[in-house]
């Protein structure tokens, strides 16, 4: 059989308007990708996504993108970014922010495939309400299980409302090794219940904006454990860790710094 594949202009990039159910490959020369729904605020994908490096994503303001589930199928999102040439996430009109990340995907998966659920590598995002969020998507899409785990490698937020946050997704691992955030105003990270949060070389920098004595750069919900090693902690508005019931808890080489707030 032959294959055949249409290309835009070079730089003219693609929208899409329609859900997705096959297994999908955005690569540079579809770059940049407009996601723009023709009907609702979210553009479901039940299939395998994978985004290879150098990729820029437009997203239109308060439009989210879900990854679903597929029946028994175990899909995946993989952003594979490079140091040379990451992927980045942002609004398709300034001033307006996009949703964010959607996953509900149960892990129904075995071997290699649950150990590497999905992996967001060398990425940027930026003005968007809920970056990440495990367990839910505002299509009303909801589910109380594992949608992971989650790794996070050489990846920074910027300018949003939450990076990651729990949707539901209760026992969702997070394993965050070099990942910068930079002004949030809710919570840089919010765990879902029962999971066991690992980061490493990282840095927290004005979370929790918005001071709420409730959150802060780090919110652990019911149960689960938090490691922290080789991290900073900036100017956090309230609370630098604010955990209910966390059943354990380690940090090594963990700075928290208060160098401009009052």
Request: glycine residues 8%.
């Amino acid at each position: 059989s032959i294959r055949s594949k249409v290309l835009p202009f070079e730089g003219a990039g693609i929208d899409v308007k329609s859900d997705i159910t096959k297994d999908t490959v955005w690569d540079k020369e579809l770059s940049p990708i407009r996601i723009q729904p023709s009907s609702g605020n979210t553009l479901k994908i039940s299939a395998d996504l994978v985004i290879e490096e150098g990729v820029e994503i437009q997203v239109a303001p308060g439009v989210d993108i879900h990854i679903a589930d597929q029946g028994s199928e175990c899909n995946q999102l993989s952003i594979m970014g490079s140091i040379e040439n990451p992927v980045s996430f942002t609004t398709l009109e300034p001033g307006n922010n996009w949703e964010g990340i959607s996953l509900t995907t149960d892990n129904a998966c075995s071997g290699k495939a649950a150990q590497e659920r999905h992996r967001i590598q060398d990425a940027s995002f930026e003005f968007a309400e809920v970056a990440i969020r495990a367990g839910s998507s505002q299509d009303g899409t909801t589910t109380n299980n594992d949608v992971g785990p989650i790794t996070f490698t050489n990846v920074t937020f910027e300018s949003v409302g939450t990076a990651i946050k729990h949707g539901s997704g209760a026992g969702t691992d997070l394993t965050l090794n070099n990942v910068d955030f930079n002004r949030a105003d809710d919570s840089c990270l919010k765990a879902p219940d029962n999971s066991v949060v690992t980061i490493t070389d990282s840095t927290f920098t004005l979370c929790n904006m918005d001071a709420s004595s409730a959150y802060g750069s780090i919110v652990m919900s019911s149960g689960g454990e938090l490691h922290l090693t080789d991290v900073e902690i900036i100017d956090s508005g309230y609370n630098a860790i604010y955990g209910n019931n966390i059943d354990a808890l380690s940090m090594d080489n963990v700075d928290i710094l208060a160098s401009t707030l009052g």
